[in-house]
């Protein structure tokens, strides 16, 4: 096996030490092109901060299999194990991984060598003006992420992906952070991916690069929030020149 599918959680040298055969041969529409213990499939991925999915079809025996799991890192390599399983229930083989091991993976065939940084340190940015970018920021398909000033500067939260924004040096209202997304929430220590994210606030919300490429969506406010936010930079101004 060679390489296959390690951007969805497998590492490629993991693969080396599975007791099977796998490979990606191409890339064409949207799909790849793969051979999985000597038959072909298709299959495409993808994800969000906190959601991962998946899709495998067999054009010779006519069938699909769809995965979709919460988490990050660990939620891709997930589809990509239950998606082996399922295949070879449906092509009448003896799946290679159960319960336990799909659990414990990649143990018992290797140790997972995998390691991750944690984020840079940050940097207190608490200027009275970042009160201005506060509130809860909605666009209609990717739902709600909120953004609240705390000591450190700027917090970013959306869904369970959170991270300090750091000020971009050459403009005001670009924001800058490497967050994480742990897929066990009751131990950060567990299966944790690290992201950078960009964020710039306009008069009409926030833009920022939720999904798995950089390409950025338009995230608004309510006018209520807008005047909230503005009637605070205000008395801040106010109590600033008071003194």
Not at 155 to 163: P, Q, V
Request: glycine share 6%.
């Amino acid at each position: 096996s060679s390489g296959i599918n390690a951007e969805y959680g497998v590492d490629s040298r993991i693969l080396e030490e599975l007791p099977i055969t796998a490979n990606s041969s191409g890339y064409t529409l949207s799909w790849v092109l793969n051979t999985y213990e000597g038959e072909e499939y298709l299959y495409h991925g993808g994800d969000t901060f906190t959601t991962s999915t998946f899709i495998t079809l067999s054009r010779d025996a006519g069938f699909a299999v769809f995965c979709s799991s919460t988490g990050s890192t660990s939620a891709r390599s997930a589809n990509q194990l239950y998606s082996w399983y399922v295949q070879d229930l449906l092509a009448g083989r003896e799946p290679w991984l159960n319960t336990s091991t799909i659990c414990s993976f990649p143990e018992p065939w290797t140790s997972s060598n995998a390691t991750y940084s944690s984020p840079s340190s940050s940097v207190a940015d608490n200027s009275s003006d970042l009160t201005a970018h506060e509130g809860t920021y909605h666009h209609d398909f990717f739902g709600n992420l909120t953004i609240e000033l705390q000591e450190q500067g700027l917090y970013f939260a959306y869904n369970r992906f959170n991270c300090i924004l750091q000020r971009d040096p050459t403009a005001r209202s670009k924001f800058e952070c490497v967050g994480n997304a742990p897929h066990v929430p009751s131990d950060p220590e567990i299966s944790v991916d690290y992201r950078m994210i960009t964020v710039e606030f306009t008069d009409l919300g926030l833009h920022t690069n939720v999904m798995e490429s950089n390409e950025k969506y338009l995230f608004t406010r309510s006018a209520a929030e807008k005047l909230s936010s503005a009637a605070a930079l205000l008395f801040v101004i106010m109590v600033h020149l008071l003194h």
